[in-house]
């Protein structure tokens, strides 16, 4: 019976020592305690939420644990560690005899298995009970995962001070280098911080957490010589402040994020810090221009990829709305659309020499009675320009002129098909305006846009857009610093010692300016002004976003080639073979006679056959065609700088306005340019008056009404039209 007894006994010990240690246990979830961390494309911290535990952490495999935090760690908790089976008795009695000398708790003998099992549990109960359950799962967790394991959970889980878990976490946050690259010194402090993190705090109490470390050192399985080294090396602390780079796109990252892993995203954390700084060193000039934003983004054309994102300038900014996202808020781009206005006109039939009237036109509009009548930036009149130089100077009535002749709605699905969404509504409803940027677009779309013409035409979700020819043309035109001489001057912020595609961009009241441009390794784009809509002050986009522009690309082509391309005049867009490099009349675009004083090269479709000028005439007159008559006598001073024969008027005719017009007083615009310019073809001195009254300006300012306008010359000869302003 006793043998029964005894045997049953037995038994019972053996069932729960095989229940203790075989018993269940809980799926570790990694993802439980990784927060979700957010890194650029080589692995830098842009941003790391806390996590559902409230820390930060990292999650490290047992494969990936450096030997320096392995030695350190054993050192510092459990030099036992690899020999016992999840308990160790030996050091529960040390801790014991410790205990009951200093007569209180000053040592636990909890093995790294049993500290591993605390931290799964979560609890910081000391209990018997508790200490009971931890040895528990321990032993569990030895039975189930192997020793490299168990200490890779403890790494991950151990509580580094700062509210950071995890030996990953805390190499970066304290080092700011991965826990690979940590040296025995530095791996030493680390493994005395979860025993104590408070009290070893380095920022709190350096003396203690240095003799914490030595402590750690002495009992890590060092050589002599690297034993003093390690004791000799001075710490360096990172900065203990929390990542926080490109919050604008990361934010748009987390949008569509899971709330728990790590998250590559294809920034470039050194690029986006170069922008900042670019930002910063403009601040005076923007302020002096009342600009408080601006958002700059550099898009990578070869992969589609975003390069650097910033949506504000300061996204803690908390007095002009720093953290909204300028490059994906909708504002009036201004000019910046004219390219796509001509690259219509290329897929349509047009090249670079076709001749636009540069000439004051009046443009019939959606509203029956309501002609459309631009202006040039300059408020001048070039008479027949060439569409390489309209487009290279943003002139805005060559562009108007050209959509009149391909309408609104051919334009509008171009965009679209480009990848503008924001166009939602009717092509009468923009009308011709929308070449000049009367709709509103972003940054993001735009710059996607652009690169489509970088990319031989393709965008970069593989769809064509446009045609190899009509990129090349673009491209060759908008990287032209000749061509734009004429309006934007030369040695400013749109020229560069290597090829550079750019446009500018101004909106109404000057609320907005851009500047866009790309090469063949990068895009950029660049918005100035303010989230209010408050208008800036003489601020344009060659004033206050070339700057910013300029910068920005010097930086991000070092960054895409690993030096700046100085001198490499390889064109941003190879020219395609069906295009040849001709000679043609600088004033009329066709191939010169003998008899044209001018001639400029340009490349031309392979298949045009070739159309000579007949414009120019032995005597050096000119025979201008009947669109530019009226403008080549109102220009006389203008052509005879030029040297071109002119023909004086014989009678005098109102050139502008044209009789019956209907002009509209716009709200957005400012005063000095509510104005209509009286022009007249006339051989003497003009004279004007507006209902009976003489006016001393050929700049008259709009008044709402019906108005009649007088010229009389010094002949006596008169003409008089009548309009309606309202």
Not at 233 to 262: D, I, K, N
Not at 274 to 293: C, E, F, N, Y
Not at 483 to 495: E, H, I, K, M, P
Not at 687 to 697: I, N
Request: hydrophobic share 40%; proline share 7%; with cysteine.
């Amino acid at each position: 019976m006793k043998w029964k007894w005894l045997g049953g006994a037995g038994a019972a010990v053996v069932a729960l020592a095989l229940y203790v240690r075989l018993g269940p246990l809980a799926p570790i979830d990694a993802n439980q305690f990784e927060s979700l961390t957010v890194v650029d494309r080589h692995g830098e911290v842009l941003y790391e939420p806390l996590a559902s535990t409230g820390n930060r952490a990292l999650w490290l495999k047992a494969d990936e644990l450096p030997q320096p935090v392995i030695d350190a760690t054993l050192a510092a908790e459990d030099r036992r560690f690899f020999s016992h089976v999840g308990v160790d008795p030996l050091a529960i009695a040390r801790a014991v005899v410790h205990d009951v000398r200093a007569l209180r708790v000053v040592e636990g003998g909890s093995t790294i298995s049993q500290q591993a099992a605390k931290l799964l549990l979560g609890s910081r109960e000391r209990t018997l009970t508790q200490k009971l359950r931890e040895s528990v799962v321990a032993l569990r967790l030895e039975h189930r995962y192997s020793k490299r394991e168990i200490l890779a959970l403890y790494l991950n889980l151990a509580p580094y001070g700062n509210r950071i878990n995890g030996i990953a976490r805390a190499s970066r946050a304290y080092f700011g280098c991965p826990p690979q690259n940590l040296t025995p010194a530095q791996a030493a402090f680390l493994a005395a911080l979860p025993q104590r993190p408070d009290a070893f705090n380095p920022l709190r109490n350096p003396r203690a957490a240095r003799t914490r470390q030595l402590a750690v050192l002495a009992r890590m399985p060092l050589s002599r010589d690297d034993l003093a080294h390690a004791r000799d090396e001075r710490l360096r602390f990172a900065t203990s402040a929390q990542p926080a780079v490109a919050m604008h796109y990361v934010e748009h990252v987390l949008a569509h994020a899971p709330s728990r892993g790590r998250i590559t995203t294809s920034l470039d954390a050194g690029l986006q810090r170069d922008v900042l700084g670019i930002i910063a060193a403009h601040r005076d000039d923007l302020v002096r221009h009342g600009a408080r934003s601006v958002a700059v983004v550099v898009f990578d054309n070869r992969s589609g990829q975003w390069l650097a994102w910033e949506g504000s300038g300061d996204y803690f900014g908390s007095s002009f709305g720093g953290a909204i996202d300028g490059v994906t808020t909708p504002r009036q781009p201004g000019s910046t659309l004219k390219p796509f206005t001509y690259a219509l006109a290329f897929e349509s039939g047009e090249s670079p020499a076709t001749v636009l009237a540069d000439v004051p036109s009046h443009f019939p509009t959606a509203e029956e009675g309501i002609v459309y009548t631009p202006r040039n930036y300059d408020g001048r009149y070039r008479g027949p320009l060439r569409v390489r130089a309209a487009l290279a100077g943003s002139e805005n009535i060559p562009a108007v002129a050209m959509l009149a002749k391909l309408g609104p709605e051919s334009l509008l699905r171009l965009l679209r098909n480009a990848g503008f969404t924001t166009f939602d509504r009717t092509a009468d409803y923009y009308g011709l305006g929308l070449t000049l940027g009367d709709a509103e677009v972003t940054l993001e779309q735009l710059v996607r846009a652009y690169s489509v013409f970088a990319r031989d035409g393709v965008a970069a979700n593989g769809r064509r857009v446009v045609a190899p020819r009509t990129a090349f043309w673009i491209t060759d035109i908008l990287s032209d610093p000749d061509a734009r001489a004429y309006a934007f001057g030369t040695g400013g912020s749109l020229d560069f010692p290597f090829p550079v595609a750019v446009k500018t961009g101004t909106s109404q009241a000057y609320r907005d300016n851009w500047t866009v441009g790309y090469t063949r390794d990068v895009t950029v784009g660049v918005w100035v002004g303010n989230f209010d809509r408050t208008q800036l002050r003489g601020s344009s986009g060659i004033t206050g976003a070339a700057p910013i522009f300029h910068g920005v690309m010097l930086a991000a082509m070092q960054r895409a080639r690993g030096r700046l391309p100085i001198g490499d005049t390889t064109p941003v867009v190879a020219p395609p073979a069906n295009v040849t490099s001709v000679e043609i009349c600088a004033l009329s675009g066709l191939r010169p006679s003998p008899y044209c004083p001018a001639v400029r090269k340009e490349w031309l479709p392979s298949e045009q056959p070739a159309r000579f000028c007949a414009w120019h005439h032995a005597d050096g007159a000119i025979d201008w065609p009947g669109e530019y008559r009226a403008w080549n006598r109102a220009a006389q001073p203008a052509l005879a700088a030029r040297g071109e024969t002119v023909h004086r008027a014989e009678t005098l005719r109102i050139a502008n306005p044209p009789d019956g017009a209907t002009y509209l007083i716009d709200p957005t615009l400012r005063a000095p340019f509510q104005s209509l310019r009286l022009r007249a073809i006339a051989t003497s001195r003009v004279a004007w008056q507006v209902d009976g009254r003489r006016v001393a300006s050929t700049e008259w300012p709009l008044v709402p009404g019906r108005h009649e306008i007088t010229a009389v010359d010094a002949e006596g000869r008169s003409d008089r039209v009548r309009i309606f302003v309202k």
